[in-house]
Every structure is written in C-alpha cells, then in structure tokens.
C-alpha cells in the first residue's frame, strides 16, 4: 500500500509559478513510476506528466510541455511539478499517482495508487 499527499497548491496570478508536491508513505517508493494528473471544473482527469522510478523516462501532455516539469528525490519519498508560466485553464485539482511498472504510463487506468489532489486556481 502507497499513500500519497500533495501539497503546494493555491492561488496565484497568471504569468506565475507553484511548485507542487506528492509525498509518499512507501519505503519502495524508488521502485514506483509516479505521475501528474488534474481535473478541471467540468473536465475529465488528464494525464499531465510522468516519470520513471529511477527520474528518467520523463513524459508530458501537448498542454504543459514547456511549461511544466517533473522531477522526483527518492531519498525524501517526494515527486514535484514545477509549473511555470500559469494560465487560467491551467485550474483545477491536481493528483499525483503511483505506477508500479516502469517506465510509468500516460493513462490514469495503469495507476494504482492516487492522492487526494490539491487546488491550484490561477487568476487572469
């Protein structure tokens, strides 16, 4: 069993930057490919980025390439996103999740655990 917390979530203007984090309970952690998801008010969760157990394999959606960038520090259990220049689409909740096949998956099905999300609202 993985439990997962994000945190970093809020407010911010666009233009901005936040950087999220997913902190995660399982001392296999390393073994785990780990990804960025979010829901948007009246949307389907989307896929956003992944990454392997090991940080390479790193993958992103057409929407936040560029903008967003994944990483991970498997001696704190942690995995970020860094989102840089937010836009209003860019709200909703934001989840991260656990794969545990590398190299991860861009498909929210292969997941097998999930956090409880976190807000990120961006204002025009």
């Known amino acids: 069993q993985v439990q997962l917390v994000e945190s970093g979530g809020g407010l911010v203007q666009a233009g901005g930057s936040l950087r999220l984090s997913c902190a995660a309970s399982?001392?296999?952690?390393?073994?785990?490919?780990m990804g960025w998801f979010r829901q948007g008010p009246g949307k389907e969760r989307e896929f956003l980025a992944k990454?392997?157990?090991?940080?390479?394999?790193?993958g992103y959606a057409d929407s936040v390439r560029g903008r967003f960038t994944i990483s991970r520090d498997n001696a704190k259990n942690t995995v970020y996103l860094q989102m840089n220049n937010l836009k209003p689409e860019d709200t909703a909740v934001y989840y991260c999740?656990?794969?545990?096949?590398?190299?991860?998956?861009?498909?929210?099905?292969?997941?097998?655990?999930w956090g409880q999300g976190t807000q990120v609202t961006v204002s025009s």
């Open positions: 990454i392997g157990p090991t940080g390479g394999n790193t």
């Open positions: 999740a656990a794969d545990r096949y590398a190299p991860g998956s861009y498909f929210e099905t292969d997941y097998n655990y």
């Open positions: 399982a001392r296999t952690f390393r073994t785990y490919a």
